[in-house]
């Protein structure tokens, strides 16, 4: 099995900034995607941005400019800085992994979510 755990949501200022981070654990081989998806009360859940294991990152449009995806493929750890928050980024954050397991088999991991308020 594989685990994903997330850290660092909150209550923030409009304009200001967080970082969310996600540590994935277990029975991993490798990951290929990670990513970060967040759903809004009464809305879909929806791609915020995804990196792949070499790195090429894409951005939902309303974010591109202000959130940045990071990772460090030695630590199976994801990070998603976040600046220049606005109320409508007001969502829980999940934490998604694409993992080929020891056994090979590959599976799509969430995290249990943390919640983001942009609100003064």
């Known amino acids: 099995q594989v685990q994903l755990v997330e850290s660092g949501g909150g209550l923030v200022q409009p304009g200001g900034s967080l970082r969310l981070s996600c540590a994935a654990s277990g029975s991993i081989f490798t990951i290929n995607a990670m990513g970060w998806y967040r759903q809004a009360p009464g809305k879909q859940r929806e791609l915020v941005a995804r990196i792949t294991i070499g790195g090429s990152t894409n951005y939902t449009d309303s974010v591109k400019g202000r959130f940045t995806i990071s990772r460090d493929n030695a630590k199976n750890t994801v990070s998603l800085q976040m600046n220049s928050l606005k109320p409508e980024d007001t969502a829980v954050y999940y934490c998604?992994?694409?993992?080929?397991?020891?056994?090979?088999?590959?599976?799509?991991?969430w995290g249990q979510g943390t919640q983001v308020t942009v609100s003064s």
């Open positions: 998604n992994a694409n993992v080929r397991d020891r056994n090979l088999r590959r599976g799509d991991y």
